[in-house]
């Protein structure tokens, strides 16, 4: 290890066999964490080649459990997201995909921090099931095409004991890195094809469209020459995505959406990441995907298949009919605008980080949250508001937050007596 650390700080490309030997010694526990964070350190330096990150990414993906979804033969989709606040695509796109071919059978995480997860969403549904063995989760996917549940405790261990070294270690903003750390997980999880929301903006890891396109071209580059069929979009976290944030409060939305009662930036974004594997799926081009989409939600289909899925992994569907069954927070608390004028700019990852003061999130792992907690916008960037008028509603169980939670929201918030340029929402894509 001592030779491949000093290789790789001078620059000297490593072989595949050199790069799976690190891998598995350091998953073995035969090479200690200081050499491994020395390795990390090099890398921050000098880089990775797109072969040696290939290698590095499936060296982590074998490192434990491989899904095997080979028996669905090209239908397989994942779809991941990069993290942002109010992100609840994966209850849109998945049953759209779902409805219209496609198997959807994905492990997803919990959040921690500003970023919510979607396993917590989920768990907000009274009775749905987030921990299933491997045959369940294999006969919920063949029976309705679409089974999300939390991740394997195995799946891509290299990574997960990784991670924690480069989180303490000041080496987790190294872009061959991120690619291996993400990818490694989409490669184990079996899918052949991968859909990739990278966030841009005040809300996400990446704040620039230059760092985000670059993340995204090293993923899709990876994700094909891993066999994959690999697509990505670059997305606007400049402000939050739809109007909730919080976990049951993202479920009702998700849900709306798919009834066809709210359009905007989520409905959007969901139709746009889900016509990239519908486009896959049947071989068309991105626009004819899109209006499939479009329709799978106009007609009721992806509501329809939401619903079968829910209720194949023990959810109460009577919530999807009428989401006031939802339980709700106990306080809720109206935020006034204290000045007439545009708002010019709304900090996303204070707005998060006001839904975590609320309960929704967490600040460490072992934090329980509160799943009626968070928050619903009445306004957002661009809108003009009135001193006096609504700008938000906090919910919380916990009365106590609330003061504190209004202090960060007003915080992310900036006006301006002029009406703001809209930004795009699709930044980019990369194909």
Excluded at 165 to 178: C, E, F, K
Excluded at 262 to 282: F, P, Q
Excluded at 315 to 325: A, F, K, P, Q, Y
Excluded at 384 to 413: H, P, Q, W
């Amino acid at each position: 290890m001592y030779e491949l650390i000093t290789k790789k700080k001078k620059g000297v490309e490593l072989s595949t066999e050199e790069i799976k030997y690190i891998v598995e010694g350091f998953t073995k526990g035969d090479i200690p964490d200081y050499q491994m964070s020395a390795f990390c350190m090099a890398v921050i330096f000098n880089g990775m080649t797109d072969r040696e990150t290939s290698d590095l990414t499936l060296a982590m993906a074998e490192s434990g459990d491989v899904v095997d979804l080979s028996c669905f033969g090209d239908k397989s989709c994942d779809k991941h997201s990069s993290g942002g606040v109010g992100d609840k695509t994966t209850l849109i796109v998945a049953p759209i995909v779902a409805s219209l071919g496609g198997v959807v059978a994905k492990m997803s995480g919990r959040g921690l921090g500003h970023t919510g997860g979607t396993v917590d969403k989920l768990e907000s549904i009274p009775g749905y099931r987030t921990e299933l063995t491997p045959d369940e989760f294999m006969s919920v996917s063949e029976k309705c095409g679409l089974c999300v549940c939390g991740q394997s405790g195995n799946l891509a261990p290299a990574d997960k004991k990784l991670y924690a070294l480069r989180d303490v270690t000041a080496t987790v903003d190294s872009i061959p890195l991120i690619v291996s750390s993400i990818m490694s997980k989409k490669i184990a999880a079996g899918s052949k094809n991968i859909m990739l929301d990278v966030k841009c903006g005040s809300g996400a890891f990446m704040k620039t469209p230059e760092d985000a396109k670059r993340l995204a071209e090293g993923m899709e580059e990876i994700g094909k020459r891993c066999g994959r069929n690999t697509k990505a979009l670059i997305t606007n976290m400049d402000v939050p995505l739809g109007f909730a944030v919080g976990n049951s409060l993202e479920v009702i939305e998700a849900i709306e959406v798919l009834k066809g009662k709210l359009c905007g930036d989520i409905r959007e974004v969901s139709v746009c990441l889900a016509a990239g594997l519908v486009a896959n799926l049947k071989g068309i081009d991105t626009e004819s995907a899109k209006a499939l989409c479009e329709k799978a939600i106009d007609d009721g289909s992806a509501l329809s298949k939401f619903r079968q899925w829910i209720a194949l992994q023990g959810g109460d569907v009577s919530v999807i009919d009428n989401t006031e069954l939802f339980p709700a927070a106990k306080y809720a608390y109206e935020i006034k605008a204290d000045t007439d004028g545009y708002i010019s700019h709304m900090n996303a990852e204070k707005i998060g980080l006001c839904s975590c003061e609320l309960g929704a999130g967490r600040k460490t792992k072992t934090d329980i949250i509160d799943l009626s907690a968070g928050l619903v916008l009445s306004k957002k960037t661009g809108d003009f508001v009135k001193c006096g008028e609504e700008i938000a509603r906090l919910y919380t169980n916990k009365e106590d937050s609330l003061a504190k939670a209004e202090e960060v929201f007003m915080s992310a918030l900036e006006f301006s007596e002029r009406k703001p340029e809209a930004a795009e929402l699709i930044i980019d894509k990369v194909e």
